[in-house]
């Protein structure tokens, strides 16, 4: 399957001071999905979306952005994307209305453009009502917003998102997840960092999981997740003594991947947990083998984390953003 | 050309905005130099400077040029400091990831420093006229000493903005700030004739481009063109070279931070 590629990295690196930020990175995002860069703070992947923002020129290897490098061509790029920075990338002073009338200027709108598109996308984020406070007044999740609209405001094909719901609550989150999939729709193709697993998992299409500045992992969540070798059933056995028994008779059921005994139990790795559990039950009963426990679980995006960077993502869960 | 117009309008816009938001800070902004120097530092030490050594008819008078000078000085090393929130809380990037022509952003600084400053010297040379201070060159004389205010306070909002993209904490920045700017006041002939200075420190201000600006400035104001010009000329040659090398060091700074 052939899908346009909408940007294209190639070998990219970036070195600060000889450490190196970005280390031999390609990867490509296809035009029309929602990407995320996921690894803790300090893993290259601010590093690697401030290149492709043409913000930061790369040490070594290239970006394209819609065909166009990130360092010949950044002032065509910058005309082509729109870029969702962190909470605080918002002027205190000015209200939400003022935030947009500015960018309008900078991205060479027409006075008669920007009467039209400020208060769609005023309405489209739901500030109509506060457009007019200055920011100052505005909730987390309102900035959010205000943050989002103004990387609509170029009716971008690409759209950057700088750690999108990072200290947000809950409820602000969900809306923040709902606005990125309506961009999705509208048909345009989103790029984010992220430090949560689960936004990761459940917004994204495909993740890359950087750390040290490189790739671990490339795909799509529940492909991952799948290459782990499926999902794990977990039986604990009353009768220690009929654990060999019990595996013998469950190794050849449908949808079985592997089972590994243990002293008081079985582990089974298992493709569709739908066909597999209760043939493993049916097993058990037809054996008059009493279950003590089951423990079913998908492995999660944290067992991908773990699985390739041999740590924990919340290891060094951080308390301020990556520079 | 019309594109770089409408960025600069904007950016400049919202400067302006801002100052306008910020009714208290603007208002201390405006009124400080004038109520510290000139009102209270001015009256004060009335009786107490000798007016063989200061050469004119009040100490008010004296301290005109040097208050004006002042506030150029601090507006200029402070015009740094909205640059320098804008990069710790992410909107200069925001500014940097549009379609701008480089240097946009640091011009329309530059515009809204030079026009701010020249609104307050304007101010300040009225409220010395309230004090009964007359620039005898007149209105050509009030323009010649926007010019030499315009022209240093391009340096030093350069030097700001330099300061401003290089140092890792704004900490850093007002440290630096508090540190240069008493000094430069001190060493200087803002407050007593070089002349009547202890030697080493009538030594140092000669080196400092302030005390060239205050001596040019102060005859414009006190004794006349045929005084001045000599001055006048020789403060902007001095100035060419200062902005110039406060430019080209500013320039780079930008382009390390903003790549």
Redesign the interface.
């Known amino acids: 399957m052939t899908r346009p590629v909408a940007i294209d990295v190639s070998h990219l690196g970036k070195t600060y001071d000889k450490v190196k930020a970005v280390d031999d990175l390609s990867f490509q995002v296809y035009s029309g999905e929602i990407f995320g860069l996921l690894g803790p703070n300090g893993a290259g992947k601010s590093t690697t979306l401030?290149i492709l923002?043409?913000?930061?020129?790369p040490t070594s290897g290239s970006a394209t952005i819609l065909g166009l490098d990130s360092v010949k061509d950044a002032?065509?790029v910058?005309?082509t994307?729109g870029?969702v920075?962190?909470e605080?990338?918002?002027?205190r002073?000015?209200t939400g209305r003022?935030h947009l009338?500015?960018?309008a200027?900078?991205?060479?709108l027409s006075a008669e453009q920007a009467a039209t598109r400020i208060p769609q996308l005023l309405k489209l984020v739901e500030l109509e009502q506060q457009a007019d406070r200055?920011a100052k007044t505005y909730s987390g999740g309102m900035k959010r917003k205000l943050d989002i609209a103004?990387g609509l405001l170029?009716d971008p094909k690409i759209l950057f998102l700088d750690e999108p719901t990072l200290g947000l609550d809950v409820q602000s989150r969900l809306r923040i997840w709902d606005h990125v999939r309506q961009m999705r729709e509208r048909g345009i193709t989103v790029v984010m960092t992220t430090n949560y697993l689960d936004e990761a998992d459940q917004l994204c299409d495909r993740i890359a999981i950087i750390d040290g500045g490189r790739i671990k992992a490339l795909g799509a969540p529940h492909e991952l997740k799948v290459g782990l070798g499926g999902d794990l059933v977990s039986l604990t056995v009353r009768e220690h003594d009929r654990v060999e028994q019990l595996a013998a008779a469950v190794k050849n059921l449908p949808a079985i991947r592997a089972v590994t005994a243990k002293a008081n139990g079985l582990d089974i790795r298992v493709d569709s947990p739908e066909k597999a559990l209760p043939a493993i039950l049916e097993a058990a009963n037809r054996l008059t083998c009493q279950l003590e426990f089951i423990d079913y679980h998908r492995p999660r995006l944290d067992d991908v984390f773990i699985a390739r960077t041999g740590r924990s993502i919340k290891d060094d869960q951080p308390t301020t953003e990556d520079a | 050309m019309k594109e770089y117009s409408q960025e600069i309008r904007a950016l400049t816009m919202r400067w302006v905005r801002r100052l306008s938001r910020e009714k208290f800070s603007m208002l201390f902004t405006l009124v400080q130099p004038m109520l510290f120097w000139l009102i209270f530092f001015g009256n004060l030490f009335q009786r107490a400077a000798d007016m063989q050594v200061t050469q004119s008819s009040s100490y008010i008078s004296f301290l005109t040029a040097g208050v004006v000078v002042m506030t150029v000085l601090n507006n200029g090393l402070a015009g740094g400091v909205d640059l320098l929130f804008d990069k710790e809380n992410g909107f200069l990037e925001r500014l940097m990831s549009t379609p701008i022509h480089r240097t946009s952003v640091i011009l329309s600084r530059f515009i809204f420093v030079t026009t701010i400053t020249s609104l307050q010297v304007l101010v300040i040379l009225g409220v010395a006229w309230l004090f009964g201070v007359q620039p005898v060159t007149g209105l050509a004389g009030v323009a010649t000493i926007l010019l030499i205010g315009m022209m240093f306070g391009v340096g030093l909002t350069a030097i700001s903005m330099a300061m401003a993209f290089s140092v890792k904490s704004h900490g850093d920045f007002f440290s630096v700030l508090g540190f240069l700017s008493l000094p430069m006041i001190f060493l200087s002939s803002a407050l007593v004739p070089l002349a009547a200075m202890p030697g080493w420190m009538g030594f140092l201000a000669q080196f400092n481009p302030m005390t060239w600006a205050i001596d040019a400035v102060r005859p414009l104001i006190l004794q006349g063109w045929a005084e001045a010009l000599p001055h006048v000329g020789m403060v902007i040659g001095v100035m060419v070279l200062f902005d110039a090398l406060c430019l080209y060091g500013g320039a780079r700074a930008f382009r390390r931070a903003i790549g």
């Open positions: 401030r923002i043409t913000l930061l020129n002032d065509r910058r005309q994307i870029y920075p962190q605080r990338a918002i002027d002073f000015l003022e009338e500015l960018l200027d900078l991205y060479h200055p103004c170029p």
